[in-house]
Structures are given as structure tokens and as C-alpha cells.
């Protein structure tokens, strides 16, 4: 037995080594954080391979985000309930070969932008003479996403736009204008809704498109029956909009077949993506749900199947506001990305970084959740993140905005927040139960993330050196090759903030190439196509989406970095319809269109 | 007669089984209620952050007791006191990463065995471990803040079965009398700073103040020992808490507490202190 003084002094020593030791934790992780300082645009090219600067103003783009005014009775909450609808989705909506801008605003009576790329580095917002400007008008609800979509196979990508109300689906005519035609459409009156995306689940060629709600349909935000709308619970709530499956009929008209699909669910849908994650050649559909667990649906071409408590990745519940895939360790598989909320000494929810586990795949396919391991953990109150080769060194990286609700810089509500998120669902399920705001911020004046991948299961946050300085409340991200360059542009939209257009520049050494699919047997817009580029006795996939992210759609054309090599072996194009194509030895630095083989 | 006393017999048995299990001086009831909390919430609604993390916090837990009561004590603790740390630990503590739970078990137990004043430690074990955690490594680590679903049912029977074996350990006043000067603090908040009372009351609905009211302010080893002062401290340590809550400290239970349970302690370490030493001469005289 040891009762001597030597020994208890030692246990003391011991003792208070432990008690301190988080703050030599601390110290460490501070040593690491003085790495990220600003570097110039040199520097940073030389360091890291890119860098990114602001040119929004320069591409005459003006665009600043309004949130909505929504019913008085939610007034002393306000700014966090009307805390999303800055979204941007990317289109070539004229088919002149560069991509265009759509993005949302979501003050009533205010007009979403479709800027168009005029070729010369600017762009001009023609929304208005297409007729997709006026969208927020008072009684029918405010935007709070918009993807693309060409659903009738006519060549041009038409425009669904959801709102927390009427959702809209608008035909392309031939890029000379849109023409509404959501009441052919069968669309329902009123949708709360957050999330939506273009797939072809069943495989006949026709793109069909799944909405996500939020606060449950029969809300209206302006007019509210009673102020027990809220989530009637933090981690596990229920009491959300319904989901919709909106199978395309080929004639203009859409029938919801969600109940018929196997979706069925009330939880609070934030994001939502599809890719075929067992190689079924079927696009399995992932949601991410604010106050709850995620959902992953597998699907086999007719049915959906709940597969995310099987899978691992809808047992702890977080606040799940994003869903991008990215084959990040570029193994021809997919990781998925759930932004959620953390907050020094409130909330640390962490990121999940959903990694197939070795050894399952198909219907055994398990997910662990990495994000710690990979350095993609904390992020703040995350939202919007998307999946690219910001360097084109042959590895994806991670862009990943942030920020809820930044008003007064001294004064937080993260106090008030906690205690009634702490509390019984009957209490936070009414607004009227919510301690007032007050014009103070919630996680607001956040800086942003730009992980840079180093390929050894590391990221590493580069976001300061490159030039992303920014502290707005983030909200959408969109990579883009904006002016057909061979490099990922990132365009930004904040809530109650400017849109951004990042452009970035990267080390000419670094090679890459674009593909442009067109589908003819598969939906023409080639979503849920899957590209393989094999190179250096690498692989790396991607799917073409129809939105992803949070309130985000990407560009359509995949865009792969290869690094410093000369040559690419193949690129395998696995098409919709289940036919594979195969380019030998395409050229480097080049977009490459390919359309399906009849 | 023996066929009805057979039963009545069986019954007297069962009775005492019964009254033994819920007697203060079964020391494993508080670990087998801490343990239904555990189980039931992980299974209804996944309250655990992972096995793995609480596991780490438990094993953390045990094998520290283990360890310095065989060093310091001389003979092999018993664990049910620092099963309940771990297992504390293992619910409280929110953080994505591993260390914290198993350094803040280990401090918890070490506690224990460091900080003492004539013989006694003085601070909850768990409440000084995530006390320190919370104030030192914010970054990293936070507390359960959230509810077990969305049910009353839940929260009413732990509640119910909470009281039942806290009133069978003679630990319910302590309980009660905290519980109503939080409703009253409740109130007076409320009325001071404006905020709807439900929001002021939310907190004590929610899971962490489960724990916090059936095994932190409860236990025996860091309680005064007179009934009404026990009241009296845990009447303070809501006071405290209602001080801290108005400067906004998101933790203020835990703090109030880390603040007032030692100073209580010490106090009656040193009046017992006081009390003891006219008789010294007597002793050294005779």
C-alpha cells in the first residue's frame, strides 16, 4: 500500500497533468490553426496549387439575398426561423456551352436572378425577360431552392423551384424563355419544402424529381393556425413535412408515388442527394433531416427501401443540413458528407463523413462515419458543402460554408438556445415558448472551410490561404467551371448576403479533363450517368447529379483533376440505360462531349 | 392453516426481497437504475454518442478505482461508486472525440483520491471531472442536451422510478427540495428577464437534469450530513445556479454545484473539526 507523502505527491502531479491536459490539447490544435493564416495569391498557387478570389462584383453580379417576413406571431425568433432560402443551382439553360447562374431570393415580392454567361467574364441577369424572375409573390410563398432538369427530353433543362409554398416546375422553351407549367405538372398547392433533385429512379428514360419538406405542408408561415409548429424535438423529431416522389408520366405530367415507393417519412428534410451506392445501376436516394437521423433509401428501380439504420448512418440523430458524394479516396466509391452543428462548449455534433465500410458493399454496403479521422469534423453551424478538385491534383477536395444567423457580434443566443433545446417537446414545439431574440447572433460570423485532400485520409484547411475570408452565413455552394478553363469555381450563396463567385486559378502543371454526356436511350440531361477516369493506375468516379449539397445543383459536365500526369488511360461512361461506353486515351485539358450511344 | 400460510409465508419473503433490494443499504440499486437509464434510452432513441465512447468512460472508471484503491487504500474498492462515475461520464459528456471520456472518468475517480480534507473528498466525482472538462475544453467537449424522444411516457417513468428509489435511500428530500427551488428560480428568472416561463422550466424536463438531480446532488459521500442542511446546501446550489443562469453559463447546474458542494463540505469538515478539539486536552491530559 502506498500512503507515503512520495507517493501521494506524485498521484497530485499526476493528477493535475490530467486536469490541464485539455489544455495542452488546446495549445496543439492552436499551433496547427496559426498554419492557416492568409498567404498571397503566389504563395498559395506554389503551396497548395490554387488560390481563390472574390470577382462577383468584377462579373457584374450584385446579387444580395433578402430573407421573408413571415407571420408577426414568429417575430421575436425571426431571424432563425427565416434563416434559409439563399440557394444556386448551375444550368446552360441556353445551351451556348457556359454555364449560367440561377439563385433564389426569398423576401416577398423580391426577384430570383438566372445570370447568364456572357462569355467575357461577366454576366447579366435575364431572369426577368425568361420569365422566372417573379416567383415570390406575395400568398404563393418564397423560393428556397431550384434544381434542373430536362424533363421532357427536349434538350433544354427545365426549372423546378421550391418554395416554403407553391412549388413551381417551369418549361425551357428553347432557351428563348420558360413557360409554368406546374398545374399540368399536378404539382400540390403548398409545400414547405427545403430540398428537391432530379433523378430517374425507375429507368424508363424520363427524369423524375423527389422534394423534401420542412415544416409540414399544411403550415402556412404567414399565417400561421398556432404557434406549435416548431420541432417537437431536437434529435428525434417527427413532426416535419411529408416527402414527395413525383414519377415523370411523359406527357407533361407527374404522379406522386411516394407511399407507393416505400417514402415515407416526417422528418425535416434539409438535403437531399441520389447516387447508385451498391452499383445496382438504380440511384439510391440519401437525406439528410435537421433534428433527427439521416434517411438512406435503396432503391431497385420500383421501390425504395429505409436502409439507414441497416447501413449505420440513421442511428445517432444530429442536424443533418447537407448530402454531397465524393470518392474522395479515389477507390471507384462514394463517401457521403452530412453537415451538422457544432459549437465551442454548446453543441459539438460534429460533420459526418459516411465511409463504406471495407469488406460491404451491395446490399450489405455499412457505413462508418470518419469525419474525425479525415480532419472534417467541425465546421461550426455547417451547411452547404460540395465534393471537387479545387487543384486539379487528382483528389477531392472539400468546400464547405457556414454561419446561422449573424447580427449583433457581442451578443449571443446560444444561452437561450440551449435551455429550450434541452426541454420537453411540448415546451419547444411552440414558437411562443422561444425566449426572444433580441438582435442577438446564433453561430454567426463564421469562418468558412476549404479542406484540401492530401490523399493519405487527410484534409487539410486551407480556406484562409487561399483567399475565402468571407464570414457570411453560408448557406448553397455550386463548383462550376465557369468559364470553360478546366478549373472549379465556387460560387457562394449567403443568407442575407451576397452571392459570391470565387474564381480560381491553379498551377498550370496540373492537368484535367471535362466530360459532357447527353443521354438519348437514358433522360437527355444524363443525370445518374456514372464517369470512371483511370489514370497513373488510378481511378476516380462521379455521378451527374441532379442537385446536391444544401439547396445546390452543381455544374452538369464532371470535372476530374489528374495531377501531373501526361496521359489518361480511359474514361467509362455507365449511362442510365445500363449501356458503358469507353474513351480510350481521351486528350488532356479538354472538355470532352459524348453523347449515348444509340 | 399450512395451505394458506404457505402463501402468506411466500409472501412475507417476497415482501422482504422486495424491501431489501429497495434499502439503502443495497449500494447496487443506484448503479442498476443508472443502468436502465442507460439501456433503455440508448435503445428507445440512441442517446449514446457510441458504445465504444462509453465504454471507454466505464472501463476508464473502473480500472482507476481499481487502481488507487488497491495503491492507496490498500485492498480492492468496491466499484458500484465508480461504475455510476463512468457511466455518468459515458451520458454527460458530448464531444466526437475519444480522450475526453476517458480523461475525464479518470480525473473524476482521482478526484477522489487527491482532493481530500481530513479523510473526506469533497467534490462529486462526476461533477468535478465534467466540470472541469466543460470549463477547460470547450472546443472539444459539451453536455447531453438534448431529450429522449419525444414521449412524456419516458420521462414520467424515470421520473416515478427515480423517486421511488431516491425517497427508498432517504435521499428524496434532497431532490424534492432542489426541484422546487428551481421551479421558484424558474419563475423569478422568468420575471426578471422577460423570457416565457416554459423556456426557464425547459431545462429540467430534459434527460441531463435527470442525472443531475437523481445521482449528482444525491450522493452521500459529498452531502452534509444533517437533513435540513442538506436541503439548505442543495437550496443554495439552485440559487447559484439561478445566478449563473442569468449571466447566460450554459452549464450552471454543474458549476453551481462544483461551487457550492465543496464549500458545504468544508464547512462541516471544519465545525466537526471544531467540535472535536476541546476534548484534545481532555485526552492529552488523561
Known amino acids: ?598 | 392453516m399450512s395451505q394458506q400460510s404457505v402463501p402468506l409465508a411466500a409472501r412475507t419473503s417476497q415482501a422482504l426481497l422486495w424491501r431489501r433490494f429497495f434499502s439503502p443499504e443495497n449500494r447496487y440499486l443506484a448503479p442498476m437504475f443508472i443502468t436502465c437509464i442507460l439501456v433503455v434510452g440508448h435503445l428507445s432513441f440512441g442517446i449514446l454518442e457510441s458504445y465504444w465512447k462509453t465504454g471507454i468512460a466505464i472501463v476508464s472508471s473502473l480500472l482507476t478505482e481499481l487502481i488507487l484503491g488497491r495503491l492507496f487504500v490498500g485492498k480492492w474498492p468496491n466499484l458500484a461508486s465508480a461504475y455510476i462515475t463512468g457511466i455518468s461520464v459515458g451520458i454527460l459528456v458530448r464531444s466526437p472525440a475519444f480522450w475526453p471520456y476517458a480523461i475525464c472518468a479518470i480525473v473524476s475517480i482521482m478526484s477522489k483520491y487527491v482532493l481530500r480534507v481530513k479523510g473526506h473528498h469533497i467534490w462529486n466525482p462526476s461533477n468535478f471531472g465534467i466540470s472541469v472538462l466543460l470549463f477547460l475544453a470547450p472546443e472539444t467537449v459539451a453536455s447531453l442536451s438534448i431529450q429522449w424522444g419525444n414521449y412524456l411516457l419516458p420521462m414520467v417513468v424515470i421520473w416515478i422510478l427515480g423517486s421511488i428509489i431516491i425517497w427508498r435511500v432517504r435521499r428524496f428530500h434532497i431532490t424534492g427540495t432542489y426541484v422546487a427551488c428551481f421551479v421558484v428560480f424558474a419563475f423569478l428568472r422568468s420575471y426578471l428577464t422577460g423570457s416565457p416561463w416554459q423556456s426557464e422550466i425547459a431545462p429540467i424536463t430534459g434527460p441531463m437534469y435527470q442525472l443531475f438531480i437523481f445521482f449528482m446532488i444525491t450522493d452521500p459521500k459529498t452531502t452534509v450530513r444533517s437533513k435540513l442542511w442538506q436541503c439548505v446546501v442543495v437550496a443554495i446550489v439552485a440559487l447559484v445556479e439561478m445566478i449563473l443562469r442569468l449571466s447566460q453559463v450554459v452549464y450552471a447546474p454543474f458549476y453551481a454545484l462544483f461551487l457550492v458542494g465543496p464549500a458545504a463540505m468544508l464547512i462541516q469538515i471544519w465545525m466537526d473539526s471544531r467540535r472535536a478539539s476541546p476534548a484534545a486536552p481532555l485526552r492529552a491530559a488523561a
Open chain 1, 1 to 598: 500500500m502506498m500512503r507515503g507523502l512520495p507517493a501521494r505527491i506524485a498521484l497530485a502531479i499526476v493528477f493535475a497533468a490530467l486536469v490541464l491536459s485539455p489544455l495542452f490539447i488546446k495549445q496543439l490544435a492552436a499551433r496547427r490553426a496559426e498554419a492557416k493564416t492568409r498567404l498571397n495569391a503566389e504563395t498559395a498557387l506554389a503551396r497548395h496549387g490554387f488560390y481563390l478570389q472574390e470577382v462577383s462584383r468584377a462579373a457584374g453580379v450584385n446579387f444580395v439575398h433578402q430573407a421573408p417576413t413571415l407571420d408577426q406571431r414568429l417575430n421575436h425568433i425571426m431571424p432563425q426561423v427565416a434563416s434559409m432560402g439563399a440557394a444556386v443551382s448551375i444550368v446552360d439553360f441556353d445551351r451556348d456551352g457556359w454555364p449560367d447562374i440561377y439563385v433564389t431570393t426569398s423576401k416577398e415580392g423580391a426577384k430570383n436572378a438566372l445570370y447568364r454567361n456572357m462569355h467575357d467574364g461577366t454576366f447579366k441577369d435575364v431572369a426577368e425577360e425568361m420569365g422566372i424572375a417573379d416567383v415570390n409573390r406575395p400568398g404563393t410563398g418564397v423560393s428556397m431552392g431550384a434544381v434542373w432538369g430536362d424533363y421532357d427530353n427536349d434538350g433544354y433543362e427545365d426549372l423546378l423551384l421550391i418554395k416554403w409554398g407553391k412549388p413551381e416546375l417551369f418549361h425551357n422553351d428553347a432557351g428563348h424563355g420558360f413557360t409554368r407549367v406546374t398545374d399540368q405538372a399536378g404539382l400540390p398547392p403548398w409545400i414547405n419544402a427545403n430540398t428537391a433533385l432530379w433523378f430517374d429512379y425507375d429507368g424508363d428514360g424520363l427524369l423524375d424529381f423527389f422534394i423534401g419538406g420542412y415544416y409540414s405542408e399544411d403550415v402556412d408561415l404567414w399565417h400561421l393556425k398556432t404557434t406549435k409548429m416548431m420541432p417537437d424535438s431536437f434529435e428525434y423529431a417527427k413532426n416535419g413535412g411529408r416527402k414527395y416522389l413525383f414519377h415523370n408520366l411523359g406527357n407533361g405530367r407527374f404522379q406522386e408515388v411516394s407511399d407507393k415507393a416505400g417514402i415515407n417519412s416526417r422528418r425535416w428534410a434539409l438535403a437531399a442527394a441520389a447516387a447508385d451506392l451498391r452499383g445496382t445501376g438504380h440511384p439510391d436516394l440519401f437525406i439528410a433531416n435537421d433534428y433527427g437521423v439521416s434517411e438512406l433509401y435503396f432503391n431497385d428501380g420500383k421501390q425504395f427501401h429505409d436502409a439507414g439504420e441497416e447501413t449505420g448512418v440513421g442511428f445517432a440523430p444530429k442536424s443533418g443540413m447537407n448530402a454531397s458524394f465524393g470518392d474522395i479516396l479515389n477507390q471507384g466509391r462514394y463517401a457521403v458528407y452530412v453537415s451538422n452543428i457544432s459549437e465551442d462548449g454548446v453543441l459539438i455534433q460534429g460533420n459526418n463523413l459516411w465511409m463504406p465500410r471495407e469488406g460491404t458493399s451491395g446490399n450489405n454496403l455499412q457505413y462508418e462515419n470518419l469525419a474525425r479521422d479525415f480532419g472534417v469534423e467541425l465546421g461550426g453551424w455547417s451547411f452547404g458543402a460540395q465534393f471537387g478538385d479545387l487543384n486539379n491534383d487528382g483528389l477531392l477536395d472539400l468546400y464547405l460554408t457556414n454561419g446561422y444567423v449573424s447580427l449583433d457580434r457581442d451578443r449571443d443566443y446560444w444561452y437561450d438556445f440551449s435551455k429550450i433545446a434541452g426541454g420537453h417537446s411540448t415546451i419547444i414545439s411552440d414558437a411562443k415558448n422561444w425566449p426572444a431574440m433580441e438582435g442577438r447572433s446564433l453561430s454567426g460570423y463564421q469562418t468558412k472551410h476549404v479542406w484540401l485532400n492530401d490523399g493519405s485520409g487527410k484534409f487539410i484547411d486551407v480556406a484562409q490561404a487561399v483567399g475565402v475570408t468571407d464570414t457570411y452565413d453560408g448557406r448553397a455552394v455550386a463548383l462550376v467551371d465557369l468559364w470553360n478553363r478546366g478549373v472549379l469555381d465556387v460560387v457562394v450563396a449567403n443568407q442575407r448576403g451576397p452571392l459570391l463567385i470565387y474564381k480560381n486559378t491553379v498551377t498550370p502543371e496540373n492537368k484535367w479533363i471535362e466530360v459532357a454526356l447527353e443521354g438519348t436511350a437514358s433522360n437527355r440531361s444524363a443525370i445518374g450517368a456514372e464517369v470512371t477516369v483511370f489514370w497513373n493506375g488510378q481511378q476516380q468516379v462521379q455521378e451527374v447529379s441532379g442537385g446536391c449539397g444544401f439547396a445546390a445543383q452543381n455544374q452538369r459536365r464532371l470535372h476530374f483533376g489528374l495531377g501531373t500526369t501526361s496521359q489518361v488511360d480511359a474514361v467509362v461512361i455507365r449511362w442510365p440505360s445500363g449501356k458503358t461506353q469507353t474513351l480510350e486515351k481521351p486528350a488532356l485539358d479538354e472538355i470532352h462531349k459524348v453523347k449515348e450511344p444509340s
